[in-house]
């Protein structure tokens, strides 16, 4: 017996399209050494949702899925500035995002948790008409349970402030 593709079921070509109908997918990408480790961030565009990725050495391995939805009050924390006319509440997630583990995330990683809902909490605050669900993807090395979370040095604060200026830059929405 001999396999070829034409033993195979039948394949039938989907509908024809020219490159001007098809919409463009947003891409943007920082790259920077933080810690001596070289941090890539990605951030995609789709039409249902936003995607980043925050890879260290090349590696991924938890993903989280925030769904952005916007009650009544939720941006009541984002208007108010302090005296060198910063939000003084910019690096507080916004209390309604619920990050959800799909991949790699254990119950008890908190630092995955919470740049996942950091992210999400900049988007909406940048874009608060934004109702896509964010999905963030993360390096699997990364510290981040409970017991970690005790210890938290000034490289891991600059790390994670040097990724939400990474994500900013690669505003996609």
């Known amino acids: 017996m001999s396999s070829s593709l034409a033993d195979g079921p039948p394949v039938t070509p989907g509908p024809k399209s020219d490159a001007s109908s ?8 920082a790259v920077r050494i933080i810690n001596g480790k070289r941090v890539d961030v990605v951030v995609y565009s789709y039409a249902d949702k936003i995607m980043v990725l925050v ?6 391995g938890k993903m989280y899925l ?9 941006f009541a924390f984002g208007s108010s500035t302090g ?3 910063e939000d003084d509440f910019s690096l507080l997630p916004l209390t309604h ?7 790699g995330g254990a119950a008890d990683d908190t630092q995955g948790r919470i740049y996942a809902v950091h992210i999400a909490s900049l988007i909406s605050r940048q874009s608060p008409d934004e ?20 210890d938290i040095s ?18 996609v929405w």
Not at 97 to 103: D, I, K
């Open 22 to 29: 098809l919409a463009s997918l947003k891409t943007r990408q």
């Open 66 to 74: 925030v769904p952005i939805s916007s009650p009544p009050n939720a």
């Open 97 to 103: 995002l619920t990050p959800t583990a799909l991949l």
């Open 131 to 150: 109702r896509r669900t964010v999905v963030v993807g993360m390096s699997a090395g990364t510290r981040g349970t409970r017991a970690d979370m005790d």
């Open 83 to 85: 005296p060198d006319g």
């Open 55 to 60: 890879s260290q050495d090349g590696r991924l």
């Open 154 to 171: 000034d490289s891991d604060r600059n790390l994670f402030l040097d990724v939400l200026a990474m994500v900013a830059e690669c505003k």
